[in-house]
């Protein structure tokens, strides 16, 4: 555990100093990368945990630290915080909403990375799309501008185009003038499609089900294999035309269930304060101020 919160304060410390983040990654010091690759902090802490430190790296040299004592090194790796890295961790909390966001979206916390896992191999491809979107809520829209980043930028343009019901060509359009005027090597995404493509993990998801054009019958379960309306008769597909060999339903349903809809509504520490309102609020005697205030 002494090592574990030893990674941790190494982490808190090196994004703490500016300086050494480099396109949104840090120098990685474990025994295969040995301070040559820059990844995100949260992959070096899985590197450290899993392969451990380079050999005699003692003095974070690589990391803008000068020699100390022994005594103060041992102090200072075992203790797991420090002020300077609560307020760093206070300013992210504070200019860097969308961080919060993908953690939320992504069942992640501050307490959860801050423990200690047993990591014996890589990310799975869950992490690593969770490792992708921290990168993109931490990478400037381009080198230099601290303003936006590349995954707050997207988010924005999409409340704009959900808000005020914009088309996805006027989408790109608006993307193609704002590309023009942007410097040279920036990171927007390029049209509406590119740009759904990489917030497709924060999505909620849902289940596509065939339905009849005339809305009397649903394929789903016992009804999933039939091909035709028990009802008014009608098929379930259109006719192929051409050559094709994909059967296309005229209708489609998108389901969203309700478990994972509840799963998201509780995964945010801002939305769980709503969905549990019902049970923590204060409640006036002989008052009923909502349903819930009720015997029933």
């Not at 380079?54 to 022994?70: D, G, I, L």
């Not at 080198?143 to 995954?151: A, E, I, Q, R, V």
């Not at 296309?248 to 509504?265: C, D, E, G, N, W």
Request: aromatic residues 10%; charged residues 25%.
């Amino acid at each position: 555990m002494d090592y574990c919160n030893g990674v941790q304060g190494f982490i808190n410390f090196t994004t703490s100093i500016p300086r050494n983040f480099t396109r949104g990654g840090i120098r990685c010091p474990c025994r295969k990368c040995q301070n040559k690759k820059y990844t995100h902090p949260d992959i070096v802490m899985i590197h450290l945990l899993h392969k451990g430190f380079m050999k005699n790296y003692r003095c974070w040299y690589a990391h803008v630290e000068v020699f100390v004592s022994k005594k103060r090194m041992r102090e200072r790796v075992i203790g797991s915080t420090s002020s300077a890295s609560n307020v760093h961790e206070a300013a992210n909390d504070n200019i860097n909403p969308y961080r919060n966001m993908v953690m939320d979206a992504m069942r992640m916390n501050k307490g959860n990375v801050s423990q200690c896992p047993i990591v014996k191999e890589e990310p799975n491809a869950d992490a690593a799309r969770f490792f992708y979107l921290m990168k993109d809520s931490d990478e400037p829209l381009w080198d230099g501008y601290t303003n936006h980043s590349k995954l707050s930028v997207i988010a924005q343009v999409f409340t704009i185009k959900s808000d005020h019901g914009l088309s996805e060509a006027g989408y790109d359009k608006i993307i193609e003038w704002a590309r023009s005027i942007l410097p040279e090597g920036n990171s927007l995404k390029k049209n509406f499609y590119a740009a759904k493509f990489m917030m497709k993990p924060l999505s909620l998801g849902y289940q596509k089900i065939d339905m009849g054009p005339n809305f009397c019958k649903l394929y789903y379960l016992k009804n999933a294999e039939l091909t035709k309306c028990m009802t008014c008769g009608h098929s379930r597909y259109k006719p192929r035309t051409g050559r094709g060999k994909t059967l296309v339903a005229y209708k489609k349903l998108r389901y969203f269930p309700i478990s994972p809809t509840l799963q998201k509504l509780f995964m945010s520490p801002r939305t769980t304060e709503h969905m549990t309102w019902h049970q923590s609020h204060d409640a006036v005697d002989g008052v009923m101020v909502h349903p819930s205030d009720g015997e029933a």
